[in-house]
């Protein structure tokens, strides 16, 4: 979606719900000449090139960069060492060939069921300058790897930008075709991400090996640009049967979101700013029924919507919190609601 002058103080309010389940026939107009396959889409296998294990000693992989703060100043960047810690540093500048910055950053791990993740690195690099553009580097000795981003322009309601919206990604063929479509605009800056990332837990055991190939797939993007994360029904992974009865586990270790920030309570409801836009993110696998943390935050966060600021008002959402659908939407009984 492109934001621009001529759009001002339009109401853009985006409920994208995934799609697995919807069972009724659109006869909306025609925007796109792409067509869905009606065959279900084959995940790629594990030795496919876009899982690629960078070379090196305990190389950092699975980088993934996700906005900061409010307003755009802080980068949140994330990566993976497999074989030990190694370092938390992250080096930048803005210069390609002098990275004259350092901030460090903490490691976390977890386990899930017999599975144990990699090291997962996250370091919050804050005062970095408006619309500009930063090299860093990750890794130590022989296996350092260099990226870069570009910070947004400073909050205003007449500053273009443009986001791309991907949701349900998984990673099958049709994932990479997916991914290579938003590539192939030059003009897409930032990516609002509407749940369901990796889609492990459709594996045996909720295989947590497939939320590393996801990360390695999409580092191609994730590495450059900020993904503005919202959570799904496929990142719950709550499964009491395995002895994992802590939702939303893998998630919550490996993507990490601003939340504070916008004095919210929990990783899965927060805003950040972005040039002309406002963006709530809301989770609606987390309570959200009246007097709920979220439901609370989300009546303080609206008064705090200034449209003169930002013109642009973005919300998402995996699925809508109230709807009339009465099938049960993706394992949760409840979201049917007279409203
Ligand atoms: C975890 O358990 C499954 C069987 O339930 C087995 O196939 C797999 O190899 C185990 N993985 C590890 C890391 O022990
Ligand atoms: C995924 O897409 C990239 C870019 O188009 C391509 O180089 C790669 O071979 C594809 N991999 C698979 C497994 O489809
Ligand atoms: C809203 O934003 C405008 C433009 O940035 C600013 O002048 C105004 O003071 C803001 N209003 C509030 C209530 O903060």
């Not at 408006?130 to 309601?157: H, N």
Request: hydrophobic share 30%; proline share 6%.
């Amino acid at each position: 979606m492109e934001l621009s002058k001529n759009m001002r103080n339009s109401i853009f309010l985006i409920l994208l719900a995934s799609l697995v389940l919807s069972s009724t026939r659109c006869k909306g107009g025609v925007t796109s000449t792409y067509r869905r396959r009606l065959e279900a889409s084959v995940d790629m296998p594990l030795d496919s090139d876009v899982f690629r294990v960078p070379a090196g000693y305990n190389a950092p992989q699975q980088v993934h960069i996700t906005q900061g703060d409010v307003d755009g100043n802080a980068v949140i960047v994330s990566w993976v060492t497999p074989d030990e810690p190694g370092s938390s540093v992250v080096l930048y500048g803005t210069s390609k060939h002098n990275l004259d910055k350092m901030k460090t950053g903490k490691h976390t791990q977890y386990k899930y069921y017999n599975y144990t993740s990699g090291f997962i690195h996250h370091c919050t690099i804050r005062h970095l300058k408006f619309d500009t553009k930063y090299y860093y580097a990750v890794g130590i000795g022989q296996t350092v790897r260099k990226f870069w981003f570009k910070t947004p322009p400073e909050v205003g309601p007449d500053v273009p930008y443009t986001f791309g919206i991907i949701g349900d990604l998984g990673q099958t063929y049709d994932s990479n075709t997916t991914l290579s479509h938003y590539e192939s605009n030059p003009k897409a800056e930032t990516v609002l991400y509407v749940g369901d990332l990796s889609y492990a837990d459709n594996y045996p055991d909720h295989d947590n090996n497939r939320w590393d190939s996801w990360a390695r797939f999409v580092e191609r993007s994730t590495a450059y640009q900020p993904w503005i994360w919202a959570a799904g029904n496929h990142e719950l992974d709550f499964e009491p049967s395995l002895g994992e009865k802590e939702p939303f586990k893998p998630f919550k270790h490996r993507y990490q979101t601003p939340y504070r920030a916008s004095d919210s309570t929990g990783p899965f409801w927060y805003s950040v700013k972005r040039a002309s836009a406002h963006i709530i993110v809301l989770s609606t696998y987390s309570a959200y029924g009246k007097y709920t943390p979220q439901y609370r935050w989300l009546e303080e966060e609206l008064p705090k919507v200034n449209r003169s600021e930002t013109p642009w008002l973005i919300v998402l959402v995996h699925s809508p919190w109230y709807n009339s659908n009465t099938l049960p939407l993706h394992g949760r009984r409840d979201h049917a609601c007279h409203v």
